[in-house]
C-alpha cells in the first residue's frame, strides 16, 4: 500500500460513487434517506406557494396529499419538466446527505474527535439551495425568483451541484480518507 496521499480530484469520482450507494447499504440507512429526500420534497413543493398551502392545510390537515399534488403540477408548468426533476433531484441527493451526515455525525461522537464541522457544508448545501425551489417565494421574493434566468432552474442546478460535491468530498462515511484505509 502506497503512503502517498491522493489529491482530491483522483478519488472524487470513486468517493461520490461510495457516498451516492452508502444510504443503499442497508434498510435502515434506505429509510433514512427515503424520509429525508421525502420530506424535502414536501418542503419545496409546499414553499412555492405557502399561502395555498397553509390555507389547505387549515382547512383540513387531511388534504395535503391534494396540495402537494397541486403544487407538483404547478411546478411542471411553471419550470416545466426539467424543473420538477431538478426539485426530484434534489430531494433524493438530500436524503442521501442526510444519511450521510447521520453516520459522519454517530462516527465523529464514537471516536471523540473534533469533525463535527465537517457536516455543516452539506446542511448548509442543504438548506442554501432550497431557495431555488420555493423559499424565495415563502420569504416575499417572488418577483426575484420570475426574474432569475431558466425560471430559477440555473439555482437549483447550483444545489443540486453544491450537494454532489459533498457527498463526493465525504465518500461512504464508512471509510477513512487518508490512504484509503477503513475505519
Same mark, same amino acid.
Given at each position: 500500500?502506497?503512503s502517498?496521499?491522493?489529491p482530491?480530484?483522483e478519488?472524487?469520482p470513486?468517493n461520490?460513487?461510495?457516498?451516492?450507494a452508502y444510504?443503499?447499504t442497508?434498510?435502515r440507512?434506505?429509510?433514512v434517506?427515503?424520509?429525508?429526500?421525502?420530506?424535502t420534497?414536501?418542503l419545496l413543493v409546499?414553499s412555492?406557494?405557502p399561502?395555498f398551502?397553509?390555507?389547505i392545510v387549515?382547512?383540513?390537515?387531511a388534504?395535503?396529499?391534494?396540495?402537494?399534488t397541486?403544487?407538483?403540477r404547478?411546478?411542471?408548468?411553471?419550470?416545466?419538466?426539467?424543473?420538477l426533476a431538478?426539485?426530484?433531484?434534489?430531494a433524493?441527493?438530500?436524503? $442521501?446527505?442526510v444519511t450521510n /451526515?447521520v453516520?459522519?455525525? =454517530?462516527?465523529a461522537?464514537?471516536? #471523540?474527535?473534533?469533525?463535527l +464541522?465537517? &457536516?455543516v457544508?452539506?446542511?448548509?448545501?442543504?438548506?442554501c439551495?432550497?431557495c431555488?425551489a420555493?423559499?424565495?417565494g415563502?420569504?416575499?421574493? $417572488?418577483?426575484a425568483?420570475a /426574474?432569475?434566468?431558466?425560471? =430559477?432552474?440555473?439555482?437549483?442546478? #447550483?444545489?443540486?451541484v453544491? +450537494?454532489? &460535491?459533498?457527498v463526493?468530498?465525504a465518500?461512504?462515511p464508512?471509510?477513512?480518507?487518508?490512504d484509503?484505509?477503513?475505519?
Amino acid at each position: 500500500m502506497s503512503s502517498r496521499i491522493r489529491p482530491i480530484g483522483e478519488r472524487f469520482p470513486r468517493n461520490l460513487r461510495d457516498g451516492l450507494a452508502y444510504p443503499l447499504t442497508s434498510d435502515r440507512r434506505l429509510l433514512v434517506a427515503a424520509i429525508g429526500g421525502l420530506s424535502t420534497y414536501l418542503l419545496l413543493v409546499s414553499s412555492t406557494f405557502p399561502q395555498f398551502t397553509l390555507q389547505i392545510v387549515a382547512r383540513d390537515p387531511a388534504d395535503i396529499l391534494y396540495a402537494v399534488t397541486a403544487l407538483t403540477r404547478e411546478v411542471y408548468l411553471s419550470t416545466g419538466a426539467i424543473g420538477l426533476a431538478l426539485v426530484a433531484g434534489y430531494a433524493v441527493l438530500t436524503g $442521501v446527505a442526510v444519511t450521510n /451526515a447521520v453516520a459522519i455525525l =454517530g462516527r465523529a461522537r464514537k471516536t #471523540g474527535a473534533s469533525t463535527l +464541522l465537517g &457536516v455543516v457544508p452539506g446542511v448548509l448545501a442543504a438548506g442554501c439551495a432550497s431557495c431555488g425551489a420555493g423559499v424565495l417565494g415563502a420569504l416575499g421574493f $417572488v418577483g426575484a425568483m420570475a /426574474a432569475l434566468p431558466f425560471d =430559477g432552474n440555473l439555482l437549483r442546478l #447550483g444545489g443540486i451541484v453544491l +450537494l454532489l &460535491v459533498f457527498v463526493g468530498r465525504a465518500g461512504d462515511p464508512r471509510t477513512c480518507a487518508i490512504d484509503g484505509m477503513s475505519a
